[in-house]
């Protein structure tokens, strides 16, 4: 009952805040679509809040996220705060997402105009081509790449298979990789709507060349999110 309450009160902020901003967004879309980024980075400021202030959860920041695009941020995925934390600290970031998010309702229409970028998984080298030339349009507008490489989230202390096509979209768009590792799924769980009382900690770490082997690149991003073997 202790945080059931909070917990509450906080989804309440999120939901309801996203669906009010939402259909705010969706006139954007029509008047001022250039401004749908700046909407999206300011729910998800209004969230981080909310989860501060409600739940007791607090961010502590370590490195420095890129000031500008051309790289990919390869971040580690516990819970859907790392989601909220990235869109805080980064500029019109593109996230790298399941096409299957574009079909809720609302939300869904504003995902592409605000520059994000849908993979249908079952589409073959078709689609893996139409991915590529979008992160590359990305990258020359100037917006981080980001990418979930476990795929799914992950409890914390349990390791995740990486998914190497990571190297190969760094070496086909010749940016550096620069991990991102988080603890978010000790306050947030991965399946758990009550939220526990703490501080996530969210690390920026050094950039890896697009030019490095793809086993080092992977060896690096595994001892960041996991620790050594």
């Known amino acids: 009952m202790i945080r059931l309450l909070p917990s509450i009160v906080f989804n309440i902020v999120m939901f309801g805040g ?33 989860l501060r ?26 819970s859907e705060l790392d989601i909220l934390v990235l869109l805080a600290l980064l500029r019109r970031p593109a996230f790298v997402m399941k096409q299957e998010l574009r079909r809720i309702p609302l939300f869904g229409a504003l995902l592409a105009p605000a520059g994000m970028i849908a993979v249908d998984r079952a589409g073959g080298a078709a689609a893996l081509r139409a991915m590529v030339a979008d992160c590359r349009a990305a990258i020359a507008a100037g917006q981080p790449i980001v990418i979930f490489p476990e795929g799914t989230r992950m409890a914390p202390g349990v ?39 703490g501080t996530v900690h ?19 991003l595994a001892e960041y999110f996991y620790g050594p073997v």
């Not at 409600?54 to 516990?78: D, E, K, N």
């Not at 770490?205 to 080092?216: I, V, W, Y």
Request: charged share 15%.
């Open 18 to 50: 996203g669906l009010v901003l939402s259909l705010y967004g969706l006139l954007l879309l029509r008047v001022a679509p250039g401004r749908l980024p700046g909407l999206g980075r300011f729910w998800a400021g209004m969230c981080l809040g909310a």
């Open 159 to 197: 390791r995740g298979a990486l998914r190497p096509g990571i190297v190969a979209l760094a070496r086909a768009l010749n940016v550096p990789v620069v991990p991102v590792s988080t603890d978010s799924g000790r306050c947030w769980g991965r399946k758990s709507f009550l939220k526990t009382p």
């Open 202 to 220: 969210v690390n920026f770490h050094e950039a890896l060349p697009a030019t490095a082997r793809r086993e080092d690149i992977l060896v690096a």
């Open 53 to 78: 202030l409600c739940c007791g959860v607090r961010l502590a920041v370590g490195g420095a996220p890129p000031p500008a695009g051309g790289v990919i941020i390869a971040a580690q995925h516990q």
